[in-house]
């Protein structure tokens, strides 16, 4: 970065990707991004916080002091200041910095800061990572168009999990550690997932069955969010039917077959 | 709700939903549900019932006595009071409502109380959410297609649980956990749908081989519901591909689109 | 079943499913398969053992001189015996006799029995349960398509199972429960295949990021056989190319498509 | 192996595959691979390495011997010596001997020849098991397609990963084993993949509801890469529509099967 920059100069660091500068001013970011990360998770080991405790507090600082002078710059020299702010990589860029303001009062605050990992979205868009781009947008899109099918499939997934909590506490009872429904619904999510930590496992020969019948009926039910986006995926995935159509010059129609020879809505010669 | 309002406009609030004071009882009926059901949660935590537990009492007595009155009222104002009675909603009604009386007598079964949260199923087809309401039909006629694939695949795996109960309750013995064939079945059916608990596991070397390739094996199979309902799914989700298209008199052409006004080949008007 | 028969008749019983002697036949075996399975899982309780061990050894021996009887009976009726002996049913047939025989020198061996639960097999058959038999079909042959594709992707995970067996087995070491490389192995295989009993896990830190990047890179390859399987069910469900097909009468073609009007061999108006 | 042959007879036998004595060869080989990884795999069963510590010391140097006696062969028989040495099977045949000369300086290495596994590949290519490397390259052709959705999927999976751990470390704290961020990233991907060990399992209230809301949604995530495989998988299975039909001149009528003589809707010779 070059000295006393114009503010223009600086705007165009900062904003674009284009020159030389630019380009360096983006992979500095990226590259801090992830130290600072890296040094959350480190410090929070307590044998490397126990020997390295200053150290880590020194560059816990250092990166906000840093990512706070990025904060102020682009909101001086963004044109929408508000805009900026409340923009979704604006928010993100205030939640960065915030723990270690926060962690003065409150202990182990500091750890949020892994929340910049999230900052990490905008140089992925600003290398304009194409392919990853297209096939992120498929899908997202896959995801989005089965959101009406996963939302029924998890509040059917809640009814059972309540109705078979609720059960399961009163079959098996706290001397199994079903200490109360809210555990109860715990352990059904943990085992209607398949996750299984047997932290809570059925003793009474009744919670067993009844566990062993959850677990045959929820995987038939289970398997239901793979096959939505399965499904979703293997639709959205096929050729768009544009790929290859004609316009017709007469009606302006588009997306016309490619081997059709007149426009089938004012029948002109293509 | 109006003060004494005639018999033909209370079945109206409580049967219809099209005007506000209906859909005002049916808001209220809702919310009613979704507390009493957390209140029976909540009672349920040892040290929340420790604390509030006349609270908790007075409560669950305020919502059975309120959902009484409901049934009554629907009894009274229902033109076919037997077809109610043995109506789905109308046993959901009845079982939201008998646990809390039944309670007098038996300790515990106010918890069955939940079963309130089968209730909402007529607050959600009340309020008719037609996206989820299409979207919840193809989910339920895939499972309804799908039906016969999955008792053949549940009996299969009851019979590969049988045979592999008994094999590790030979091999493994009580002192690995495998006191009888139901807890290895139980054992089985924990490994095969992949919830692995870990509260009985193999101990014996010829145990954790055996153990080993019933879960490759078992995942091999288990990959089988989810292709049932994904392969379900993917083909009620895609329209047929002959219908609506229209045939040109003059070419004799087929499949052309169902919005074409001149065959594409020809250019005769169709 | 009536009192002395003629070999005929009897064979006409056992064999067929026709009348209603057969069909009675045919029942009362299911019956006897059914509770005599539910003997040999009862009798392996404990408690229930202690209380009713003669019962049970009076039960099993008559279950097994029922069905010994049932055997010679098949046998002698048979005009093909070495063909029944040898048959897929014959075998199972002996195997569901034999392990009360085996009881008498061995331990434990009477709880083999439970493999009577494959004669069902035939009774299922018997009842033609025809919507069954054609999704089983269905079934059988997107597993038999798929079968060289699931022994390659089998083969790739014992390979990898191998691998991380052996890395896992030096880096914990027996201290960590990784006592030797099969038990690493049939840690990698629960590990892999999301069962996790947690029975041996990692302690070390590179042991702990070993076992997270394999579970991450198995998740991804696990994913293949539900694929393989969907990919299949997805293909075989679809309409079988021959429902309302046209037959030519002049070429005898088959299979012509059901909109022709000529067939598309040699020319005939069909 | 005859006595003393030529160089080039030595070469055929060792590199190529079609008379008696190389396909000899190459079936011994295969045997000493597969004895030498069962030796390494026995020797590390502790009970076993006691009774058998000498001969299984003399098997692995034998192994090794015999080994590097091949590696040495095909690097002299070798026209492109370097080549050879830096190509993947090169590397592989190399690897397969190091660890036992490793072990004279370093504990335990010697497991490492289990990299001899990877050995077999060879001599799977050399039985050209046709019908395998053909669905073996349909697998790797889906496998490579879905990389980059594969690779956007493991990123997000990391960044779940990464906060979800960051919180649960804080809400939890090192009481419930959740000591530091890396293990809390660790618990994190042990959730999220449903393994769900149990060695660390959220204790608090808090902890818990957080737990399960991670399952939840991880598990809606989590279908993603199956549905990614099998989109795939479907897809490139499916012969494309409209490869090779036929178009009648006379009536213009396209797609007409690619067998076809004369067109199906006018009788037209094609």
Redesign the interface.
Known sequence: MSLFPSKERLAHIVFEHSDKASRRFDITVLWLILLS?LV??LD???WLHARYKREFYFLEWAFTILFTIEYILRLYLSSRKLGYIFSFYGMVDLLAILPTYLSIFLA??Q??V??R??R?LRVVRILKLG??VK??E??KS??RKSR???????GT?L?IV??TG?LM??VEG?ESGF?????S??WA???L???????I?PIT?IG??L??VI??L???I??????????????S??PTPDSGTKVCKTCKSRH??A???????????L
Chains 1, 2, 3, 4 share one sequence.
Do not use: H, W
């Open positions: 990360v959350a998770i929070s080991e307590p182990n605050t750890f949020l892994v929340i990992a999230l990490l392919r990853y096939e992120a498929i899908l896959a995801l009406a099918k996963i939302q029924i499939f998890i997934v009814t309540l109705i609720t506490f009163i706290p200490t109360s429904i809210g555990v619904m715990y999510i943990v085992t997932t398949t996750v299984g930590y047997g932290d496992t020969p067993k069955f566990a062993a677990m045959l929820g995987y038939a289970i398997a239901v969010p793979t096959g939505i986006i399965t499904s979703e995926l293997t639709t995935s096929k016309l077959d081997d059709a020879n007149y426009c089938k809505y004012c029948g002109e010669r």
